[in-house]
Structure formats: C-alpha cells, structure tokens
C-alpha cells in the first residue's frame, strides 16, 4: 500500500510534522516499556499488552514525522500496515510481529483473553525494543537537525 491508498481508503490524513508531538510520543513509548517491563510479575498478558501499544505510540511517531496522522477507521492496523510500509521488507520479521500483537491485544481487551506465556511477554519487550529503536535511529536519520527525544542510546 502506498500513501495514496491510505489516503483514498480514508485510513491516513496529512498533518504537518509536530516535532514536539513526535519526540512525547517516543518518550512515551520508551516509558511504556517500562511499564511493561514491571508488569511481567504481575500480569503477563497486561504486560504484553503494554509492549504492543509502546510500539503504537512510535508507530505513531513514525507517522507523524512523515506528516500524516491515523484517522480514527482501523486506527491500530493502519499504525501496523504504515510502520511496515516504511521499514520495508528488510524489518518484516519485527512488523509481522507487530502485526500478530494486534490481534493478540484484541482478543484480550475485548474478550477478556489471558492467553499470554512469559516466554511470549519477554519476547514482546525484545521486540517492542527493536521496533522503538528502529524508528527512533530512521526518525532521527530524516531529521538531524531536530534534538527530538532528549534520549540517546
């Protein structure tokens, strides 16, 4: 899929890029995982949960700094499907990933599902990370001149 069809399919609309929107939500994201980190003890499925919608909030970012934004029909898959779009094939194994968390997620926010292993709660931080990460270094790369997220590795 390419903007175009985001756009005609009423799925994405052109905003100009916030650097201040993007760097809160990278910040957010990288607290998120925090979150989901603390959580493994406590309830594997929030914690995997949690880890999906960091990778959200910088798909989100990744959004943004292109210059659009998710209109509200299929929000989260179309997050998935623009984040996928632009890493390209050489990260499909992290956004397939990314794309089975949503379904996941689904299942557990609106059937009440607690069908998280710790095995699957660790490796869901491990690619939250990569994710982040990844679009952190791509976001930073198209925009040196902005300090954007006061964090670096």
Do not use: C
């Not at 201040?20 to 990288?30: A, E, F, P």
């Not at 949690?50 to 700094?65: D, K, P």
């Not at 094939?89 to 710790?118: A, L, V």
Request: net charge positive; aromatic share 10%; hydrophobic share 35%.
């Amino acid at each position: 899929m390419t903007y175009r069809k985001f756009i005609q399919n009423n799925l994405i609309k052109k905003q100009k890029p916030d650097f201040k929107q993007i760097s809160q939500q990278i910040l957010r994201s990288l607290q998120d995982l925090k979150t989901s980190k603390a959580n493994l003890s406590i309830d594997l499925t929030w914690s995997y949960t949690i880890s999906y919608h960091a990778m959200i909030r910088a798909g989100r970012a990744l959004m943004f700094s292109k210059g659009y934004l998710p209109t509200v029909k299929n929000s989260h898959k179309t997050i998935v499907e623009f984040t996928r779009m632009i890493l390209g094939d050489q990260y499909q194994d992290i956004t397939g990933k990314f794309n089975r968390m949503r379904r996941r997620r689904h299942d557990f926010i609106y059937d009440s599902k607690n069908h998280i292993t710790n095995k699957e709660a660790i490796s869901s931080i491990e690619v939250a990370e990569k994710l982040i990460n990844e679009i952190k270094n791509l976001i930073d790369k198209d925009n040196p001149q902005q300090e954007l997220f006061g964090v670096r590795d």
